[in-house]
């Protein structure tokens, strides 16, 4: 039987699988596995509920984790027993998102590389090795530019009722809650960066708005502010991004770095299809 890997690619609200053989390719998305938020039994559950993941008794498996969240060995461990204890057999490797990013953009050439979904993070890659910078705060206190952040400012100004008339209108045409079913909404959801996130597309539907133009205009801005530029070389090699925010909101993401005299590099939706070009044999 020839070799099987999977790999999976996980982000804070969903988490991508592809498993690879030498003849096809099988693909799911399921919940985000990030260990800030989960636990192994959570992992645990996740894998036996889907029948995709039925042939984990193959002696030959290999797993390759790319996870955001995964940053630290007390975090990775969180993933790795779960799959562990789910795949007894497999060998199973845990590597932080961006990881994943570097590998699907740069190849072996320099580059800052940036995530934007859910969360943000943001590294440089010299063509051999990683410098991370600053830890990240997480989706709290940082996550600069992410959807998580974008989702915490228009809720903020929808509360606050400062978003124009018109959109506090279709808001509440739209998702029908009232102020106080939000808010509980928010603080009693399992999964609040991701709650938070998901407002986003309510921008995505109001794209040509001036408001949602200012508003993440001003969150990309704080991105490159608190994440791009604090390596010296962002000046001098391309800033590639991966994530869902970073690939739908393109054109306002190049205006900034125009601003910045940032050279724009790759934008993707997801970095899956460099990975399995990176794993498969």
Same mark, same amino acid.
């Given at each position: 039987m020839s070799k099987l890997i999977l790999i999976g690619e996980s982000g804070s609200t969903k988490t991508d699988w592809v498993l690879v053989s030498d003849s096809h390719q099988k693909h799911l998305t399921t919940i985000g596995l990030n260990p800030f938020i989960v636990d192994s039994a959570t992992v645990i559950e996740t894998i036996d509920e889907h029948e995709f993941f039925s042939e984990k008794s193959n002696k030959d498996l290999e797993i390759h984790f790319y996870g955001s969240g995964c940053s630290t060995?007390?975090?990775?461990?969180?993933?790795?027993?779960?799959?562990?204890?789910?795949?007894?057999?497999?060998?199973?490797?845990?590597?932080?998102?961006?990881?994943?990013?570097?590998?699907?953009?740069?190849?072996?050439?320099?580059?800052?590389? #940036?995530?934007? $979904?859910? *969360? !943000? &993070?943001?590294?440089?890659?010299?063509?051999?090795? =990683?410098? +991370?910078?600053?830890?990240?705060?997480?989706?709290?206190? #940082?996550?600069? $530019?992410? *959807? !998580? &952040?974008?989702?915490?400012?228009?809720?903020?100004? =929808?509360? +606050?009722?400062?978003?124009?008339?018109?959109?506090l209108e279709s808001f509440r045409e739209t998702y029908n809650l009232s102020p106080a079913q939000l808010i509980d909404e928010v603080y009693n959801s399992p999964l609040p960066n991701a709650y938070i996130a998901s407002y986003v597309q309510f921008l995505g539907q109001h794209s040509k708005h001036q408001y949602t133009k200012e508003l993440l205009h001003r969150c990309f801005t704080q991105f490159v502010k608190f994440h791009v530029v604090q390596f010296p070389e962002s000046m001098h090699v391309p800033l590639h991004l991966v994530g869902s925010i970073a690939y739908h909101f393109e054109n306002i993401i190049t205006d900034v770095l125009g601003e910045w005299n940032i050279e724009k590099g790759q934008i993707l939706k997801s970095p899956l299809e460099g990975l399995i070009d990176f794993h498969k044999p």
């Open positions: 060995p007390e975090r990775n461990a969180v993933i790795s027993s779960g799959l562990e204890l789910s795949f007894p057999k497999a060998a199973v490797t845990i590597y932080h998102d961006i990881q994943a990013a570097v590998n699907a953009t740069c190849s072996e050439t320099p580059g800052v590389v #940036g995530i934007i $979904g859910t *969360g !943000s &993070n943001c590294v440089y890659f010299d063509g051999k090795s =990683i410098n +991370y910078g600053h830890p990240s705060p997480g989706y709290l206190l #940082g996550d600069e $530019g992410a *959807g !998580s &952040n974008i989702g915490k400012v228009l809720l903020r100004d =929808i509360l +606050y009722e400062i978003a124009p008339s018109d959109l």
